[in-house]
Each structure stands twice: as structure tokens, then as C-alpha cells.
């Protein structure tokens, strides 16, 4: 699958607590004058982006944080074959949703399980999709918020964090979807998709 590529976001943040050394570890939070400048002034305080993370990040952006620097292999679905953009999406939904969604991009896409999300919408945890091989759900990744979303780009490169309104994603963006959580349950919809060719 081939993928543009983005910059990579600043690599380090000031010690705290589990939720900021997870941040630090996978450069989410800047850590000097430059890198601060390029964020809004609201994500420039690492409580404040500490405590928006807190609040909205989802077990599925969590579980995927984990996987940043695993190198793409195409059709590869584990940390240790490596992943291409729909085997991360897989294996992070199923390792912390228990939800086996389909293999291929644009069968997760198709996925009459997964709720429709408007861009205005997003929360972190979406998929969301895009034309990258000039056909229609091509890509996917996984929302984390702030604009940006998480996934596995191409040969050579490995999972990262890209921004979604970077020109390159901007004009590729097809939409997104959410796997439902039963109200009254409060946890994961749990289904057993049939396995499909690698992607």
C-alpha cells in the first residue's frame, strides 16, 4: 500500500505521571521552545494536553500509542511480522475492544457494524479512511484527536502519527466509523468477522 508521509511530531516531554511518560515515549508532547511554538497554545502545556488525553482518549488509541515504530509489512497483522494499514487497525481493535474487524481497508469501511461518523464528529478511537490509490477507502487509521490520527503508512516506513489536515491526507479523506458501544452493557460489541485476503 503505498502512503504519503508526514513529519514526525516533537520527541519529548517534561517526567510525570503513567499517562505523560506514555506520552513521552512515543513523542506526543514537545519539549522545547521550537517544537512548542508549532502546536496551538492550548496543547502547549503538558497538563492541559495530560488532562485532554485523559478525558477523551479511548482504549483503542491507547493500545495503538504501543505500537509506534513497528515497522509496515504488507499483509503482516502482529507487532512481530510487522503491519500494513488494515492488519494495525485489526489487531488494535481486537487486542483492546475484542472487536475482529474485517482485513482489508475498505471491508472495515463496509462494515454494517460500524456507525458512519462526520468528520465534525470524530472522537478518538474512529477509523477513518482514505483514497490513497485512487480508489475510495483505500487506507485507514485510527483517530486520536486534535486532528490527527495514528496508522501504519507504507514499505519502509513504520506506524506513526500523521495530521489529518496536512494537504496530502486533507484531499484523500473519505470518512470515518466508530464501533458501537451498547448503552446498557457499557463495553465493546463483540463479533467474530470472517477473515479475508491480506490486504
Known sequence: MACGLAPALPARAEPGDAMLQLLKERGLLPSDAAASAALPASATSAPTVVQQLRD????????????IGTPY????????QGFDCSGFTRHVFELSLGRVLPRRADEQARDRELLTVDRSELRPGDLVFFN?????????????????????????ASVRIEDMRAAYWARRYNGARRAELPAAAGGPVILDTARSAAH
Open 132 to 156: 490513497t490509490l485512487r480508489r475510495a477507502f483505500s487506507h485507514v487509521g485510527i483517530y486520536i484527536g486534535d486532528g490527527r490520527f495514528i496508522h501504519a503508512p507504507r514499505s519502509g
Open 56 to 67: 477523551a482518549a479511548s482504549d483503542a488509541v491507547l493500545a495503538a500509542m504501543n505500537f
Open 73 to 80: 509489512r504488507r499483509g503482516g497483522s502482529t507487532a512481530e
